[in-house]
């Protein structure tokens, strides 16, 4: 197996000449020993002689500093290795700029990563960077705010919200506080505007996807394309407590077929459509997060595609 994986980064790279790669390493973000992914990333693009700089990311955000080495120095290729908020962040900063994105996902969940499906093996998806394609995908606003994967308010918000306070992520510290919140949940009253209609709904949550998952292959929106210019949008609606689980089971198994929203609403447990554009009134302020990141709940969310928004290596 090992032996594959060489000659997987072995083979003949047809995309690597005239190339120059900016390495985004967040040294923070999830488990893996970064050190062992920096000599690895320097020995394999130095075999391949293409001219690279390894930079850390930063907390605040601010990649002014890349643009100008972008710019000034020529590079074609950010390739950021972190989890999601690095990909938020990093893909929003520098969308501007005429560059490909590559991922080596080392985060806890890799929400975009795999519906990319892109390795989640620091070493295959280090191949993939040099001999991937390069392809436009979308992503969305939420206000004033970008997402590139998937936000929602509501139950999975407050799962989000205490997951980020807490000092050991992973599946199983998500899972624990998906437990723990699913006793607590209470449904929240939202209103729907769109495509000229409107409605109300009491609901668990609602996730607007652009991928298909919150990471880790927790799938909430099976039929979600990273590029079809539209957002998936997922409302669990109040029912019984002790159905929920096995409704989202359904939901995530994609037994749950996408909606024209002109059968009864009312008489759906789950329900799942698509739409370029989306207005959420949240009058009693469920929780927001965007892209798995707790943000201030706000009683109106505007949330619209960004149409190829950037190229990503996949």
Do not use: W
């Not at 130095?46 to 890349?66: C, D, M, Q, S, W």
């Not at 996902?105 to 295959?124: D, E, F, H, T, Y």
């Not at 899972?175 to 949940?185: E, R």
Request: include cysteine.
């Amino acid at each position: 197996m090992e032996e594959d994986k060489k000659q997987e980064i072995s083979k003949s790279p047809t995309g690597v000449r005239g190339r120059k790669i900016i390495y985004l390493l967040n040294p923070k973000s999830g488990t893996q020993k970064k050190e062992a992914i920096k000599v690895l990333i320097e020995k394999e693009t130095k075999r391949l002689e293409i001219p690279f700089e390894i930079l850390h990311t930063n907390a605040e955000g601010n990649y002014n500093f890349v643009k100008d080495k972008i710019e000034e120095e020529g590079f074609t290729d950010v390739v950021m290795i972190g989890g999601d908020g690095t990909v938020n962040q990093v893909t929003n900063a520098l969308r501007a700029c005429n560059v490909n994105f590559g991922i080596i996902p080392v985060g806890s969940g890799n929400g975009l990563a795999r519906a990319a499906n892109i390795p989640m093996k620091a070493q295959a998806a280090l191949a993939l960077i040099f001999t991937g394609k390069a392809k436009m995908i979308d992503a969305f606003m939420v206000n004033e705010h970008y997402s590139c994967m998937l936000s929602g308010v509501g139950f999975d918000a407050q799962v989000a919200h205490d997951f980020a306070t807490k000092a050991t992520r992973g599946l199983l510290t998500y899972t624990q506080q998906s437990i723990i919140h699913y006793f607590k949940a209470q449904p929240y009253q939202f209103e729907i505007i769109m495509n000229g209609m409107s409605f109300f709904s009491d609901a668990f949550f609602i996730s607007v996807a652009n991928s298909n998952q919150f990471g880790n292959n927790f799938t909430i929106a099976p039929k979600a394309s990273l590029s079809d210019g539209l957002l998936d949008i997922v409302i669990v609606q109040k029912m019984n407590k002790a159905k929920l689980p096995f409704a989202i089971l359904q939901q995530m198994r994609g037994n749950n077929k996408l909606q024209s929203l002109v059968e009864d609403i009312s008489k759906k447990n789950i329900l799942y459509f698509q739409t370029p554009a989306i207005t959420i009134k949240n009058p009693k302020l469920a929780p927001l997060h965007i892209d798995g990141e707790p943000y201030e709940a706000n009683e109106e969310l505007n949330i619209s595609i960004i149409k190829d928004c950037f190229k990503l290596i996949h």
